[in-house]
């Protein structure tokens, strides 16, 4: 299976910033609905304050967050005949041996998810909003962007590639099903 990482892990702030919830950020309802049925995940969301990363986890893992810890996100680019994927991961070494991770996937033919993506690589900073399974905002963590043009230049690759896929042979979703399947957290 073809692939290629691009970049160093770009979110390298050893020791990120904690926000206390003065003011909890509920869902948007179709985000919500879609959030409901997850059990453990995480996804890319633009929103006013730039783009987020939101993290569904249990009530009990988002406990073992609080304080300080390293966090790495890092963005995998892999090249599929039928689409490229972005890979988005993200470790909270909350243990240093068995860091919780996450991942989520861009599809950069979709132009919401392409502008959603791309808006990290202006960004010096990134917020993970964390819900548990009631959908509670409980924890919001604040991260540095240390290498926005590594994100710039995993964006350029996966455009060049999707522009060489006819519209009729681009199947994101079985490219990312390969990418997953090939994987482990």
Known sequence: ?????????FLAEPRPILHPLEHPTPLPKPL??????QRFTSLLHATDIGTILIVKASRHAIGELQGPMPIAVRHELYSYPSAPVIR?????????????????FTNVAAPDQRATFAALGRQRAIHLFFYDEEL????????????????????????RLAAAIPA?????????????EGLEL
Do not use: W
């Open 168 to 180: 009729d042979r681009y199947d994101f979703d079985a490219a990312r099903a390969a990418v997953q």
């Open 32 to 37: 919500a609905t879609f959030l409901r049925e």
């Open 88 to 104: 988005t991961v993200t470790r909270l070494y909350d243990q240093p041996h068995a860091p919780l991770t996450f991942d989520c």
């Open 1 to 9: 299976m073809p692939s290629s990482e691009q970049g160093e892990p």
């Open 136 to 159: 509670t905002h409980t924890l919001t963590k604040q991260i540095a962007i240390a290498n926005r043009p590594a994100v710039r230049q995993v964006l350029r690759e996966a455009d």
